[in-house]
Nanobody, 126 residues
């Protein structure tokens, strides 16, 4: 079993920055895809950014140029640097992990990850 724990959420004003982190409960070997997803009240959980086993990244269009996903393989940790935050970025952010060689950003129901964190809230005020 793998547990994922997110941290770093909070409340900021529009234009501000936050850094989210997600750490796995144990080292994960092999080809792993990890991603950040978010869910606003009443909306489907959407993919924000994913990073695959060789470090290739994809982003949903609304965050391109503002968010950066990165990982630390040695710690099986995942990060999301969020800059120029907008009120529409307000959501609960989740990290997810699955074994795969490659992956792209898709809706959570399509990503097919067996492991999810509990989420961390990000609130951006105007």
């Amino acid at each position: 079993q793998v547990q994922l724990v997110e941290s770093g959420g909070g409340s900021v004003q529009a234009g501000g920055s936050l850094r989210l982190a997600c750490v796995a409960s144990r080292y994960i070997s092999g080809s792993v895809c990890m991603g950040w997803f978010r869910q606003a009240p009443g909306k489907e959980r959407e993919g924000v950014a994913v990073i695959d086993s060789d470090g290739s990244t994809t982003y949903t269009d609304s965050v391109k140029g503002r968010f950066t996903i990165s990982k630390d393989n040695a710690k099986t940790a995942l990060y999301l640097h969020m800059n120029s935050l907008k009120p529409e970025d307000t959501a609960k952010y989740y990290c997810a992990l699955k074994w795969a060689l490659t992956c792209t950003v898709v809706a959570a129901r399509e990503f097919g990850a067996p492991y999810w964190g509990q989420g961390t809230q990000v609130t951006v005020s105007s």
